[in-house]
């Protein structure tokens, strides 16, 4: 089954409420206390500047890429309920990273609790398929995915790829070939199969079909039609920067893709 039976709560954030400023602990990351390991002093994250049709469309999508897997997605603050943080809003600088960089996690080979990832939203605030490719991208990397070379995967940087979801493939690890750049193949393994590797970090979903997606009667946003008028000229190409955190072993560097 994977995991430890439990589901995982993933906390979607679009800064809107307040809550975004975040401060580097001396200790672990902490979702609930808003303490960093990515954030140099104090760093205020300005409000998604999308549309609510936008954000309501990129939530169904990242629900729908993490629905087979024992996580569930919130919109709303859990407070001091152990959650994993995406924040999905402002820009890299205002967390100190370079324009370029489009979303940031940290990275420790395994699951980090309580982990803050960062997607910059208002780089691409309309565009539903990189906000939604991005969060689940940086989210997986605190379950301890890495970069892979297999196109329709989360995990990839490689463009014009189809729909993106964590696939049942053995792929290479890297983004521009085996172990390449020098920095990728951090964990000791040069291939990784992403839907594997979530279902070990976190288990399956009993409430999803075996195909891997809901029940058509489930009531979701039709977020798919949306992409039609929202994504036709999606342009946006951007690097993830993921920060290695030392959990069990000593890692450090950093893992990017240039403009």
Same mark, same amino acid.
């Given at each position: ?22 401060? /580097? ?87 980090i609790p ?50 993106? /979801? ?22 000791? /393994? ?49 690097r993830c ?15 990017e893709l240039? /403009?």
């Amino acid at each position: 089954m994977g995991g430890d039976g439990n589901f995982r709560l993933v906390y979607l954030n679009n800064c809107q409420t307040g809550n975004c400023t975040f401060t /580097r602990g001396t200790g672990n990351d902490n979702s609930s206390s808003n303490h960093s390991s990515l954030i140099s002093g104090t760093r205020t994250v300005a409000a998604f500047s999308g549309s609510e049709v936008t954000w309501q469309a990129a939530v169904a999508c990242i629900r729908d890429v993490l629905g087979p897997y024992r996580l569930t997605v919130t919109t709303t603050d859990p407070g001091l309920t152990p959650h994993h943080e995406a924040v999905i809003a402002g820009l890299p600088s205002q967390i100190g990273m370079g324009s370029g960089v489009s979303g940031v996690s940290p990275f420790s080979c395994g699951e980090i609790p309580r982990t803050i990832t960062f997607t910059f939203g208002n780089l691409f605030p309309e565009d539903v398929l990189e906000l939604c490719w991005t969060a689940t991208h940086e989210i997986a990397h605190s379950f301890g995915l890495e970069h892979e070379m297999y196109c329709p995967d989360s995990m990839t940087y490689q463009p014009d790829c189809g729909f993106k /979801r964590y696939t049942d493939v053995l792929a290479d690890v890297g983004t521009a070939g085996q172990c390449l750049p020098a920095n990728e193949c951090q964990c000791g /393994r040069s291939q990784q199969n992403a839907h594997q590797m979530m279902l070990g970090a976190v288990g399956t979903n009993p409430q999803v079909f075996g195909d891997g997606f809901e029940s058509a009667t489930a009531g979701k946003l039709n977020w798919r039609e949306v992409l039609k008028t929202r994504d036709a000229n999606r342009r946006f190409e951007g690097r993830c920067g993921t920060t290695d955190r030392p959990v069990d072993r000593s890692l450090s560097g950093w893992l990017e893709l240039p /403009r």
